[in-house]
């Protein structure tokens, strides 16, 4: 059992080496999106075609995004 641990723990770190996260950065030209309310910031759109949105709940339990095309 140790050694599965053990060749686990070497796996990960090998893995993690050869895979790194995604390091690149969306273009920072963000503007509001055409389709939205008249005077609203978010969501925003930039030239490569990222969304973001920016959500206030400050009391809620959960919270969902739910984009449609």
């Known amino acids: 059992m140790k050694t599965k641990l ?3 723990a070497f796996a990960s770190v090998i893995f993690g080496q050869l895979c790194p996260a995604q390091t690149n950065q969306p ?3 963000w503007k ?3 389709s ?3 005077g609203k ?5 930039n030239s490569e075609g990222c969304v973001r949105d920016h959500v ?5 339990q959960s919270v ?3 984009l449609a095309a």
């Not at 910031?41 to 759109?45: F, S």
């Open 32 to 34: 509001p999106a055409t």
């Open 64 to 66: 969902q995004l739910i």
């Open 27 to 29: 273009a920072d030209d």
């Open 6 to 8: 053990v060749l686990l």
């Open 36 to 38: 939205n309310q008249q």
């Open 56 to 60: 206030i709940a400050p009391q809620a």
């Open 41 to 45: 910031q978010y969501p925003q759109v």
